[in-house]
């Protein structure tokens, strides 16, 4: 019964401060789109409570021409936040579309990227790791012929399990960690 009152109370607390974390991700794309160079591609996914990822922008890599930041900006502003996102499957969808995906630790001749970008304001509460240390293991295990890089951006308030799985991610791929404080209404 106590687990239960708390997932309620979680749930409440991000639909209450949705509209914020929504514009603060916003913020950090923007911020992450315009200091992109001509000459990279990207891509973007959503990651839903479902485990289900939502190509974002045609769900291909992009150039980062002004029509496809637009569109993919576009697509995140249309995002419905149901606040919980099951953050390895969402590292393993990015993968596939970086040309890279589960199930072979061969040679990656459809490699297309090097870098993934993980925007959260939770840790994992949905998934098949449900801890941020079982998270970040299971993803060195996945990365460790792939090297990918995981440059990890949180929304989030001090100390939150969230912080352990983001910094966990980035200092064990070689990323950085970026900490934005949770807006508060």
């Known amino acids: 019964k106590q687990y239960k009152e708390t997932w309620h109370r979680t749930r409440r607390n991000w639909e209450e401060n949705n509209m914020s974390l929504h514009a603060t991700l916003l ?3 923007d911020k992450a789109a315009g200091s992109l160079a001509p000459d990279v591609w990207f891509g973007a996914l959503a990651i839903y409570a479902s485990c289900t990822a939502e190509p974002l922008g045609g769900g291909k890599l992009m150039q980062p021409e002004k029509r496809d930041i637009k569109n993919v900006r576009r697509d995140i502003e249309k995002m419905q936040g149901d606040g919980w996102c099951p953050q390895y499957e969402g590292l393993l969808a990015a993968a596939a579309l970086a040309g890279m995906p589960a199930g072979t630790d061969a040679d990656f001749p459809d490699a297309r990227a090097d870098t993934i970008y993980l925007w959260d304001s939770g840790g994992p509460e949905r998934g098949r790791y449900m801890t941020p240390e079982s998270a970040v ?5 996945f990365n460790r012929f792939r090297r990918l890089v995981v440059n990890t951006i949180r929304i989030g308030d001090e100390g939150e399990p969230a912080e352990t799985l983001m910094k966990g991610l980035a200092d064990a791929t070689g990323g950085t960690y970026l900490w934005t404080k949770k807006p508060h209404p």
């Not at 293991?137 to 295990?141: L, N």
């Open 27 to 29: 913020r950090e794309f």
């Open 137 to 141: 293991a299971a993803f060195k295990r």
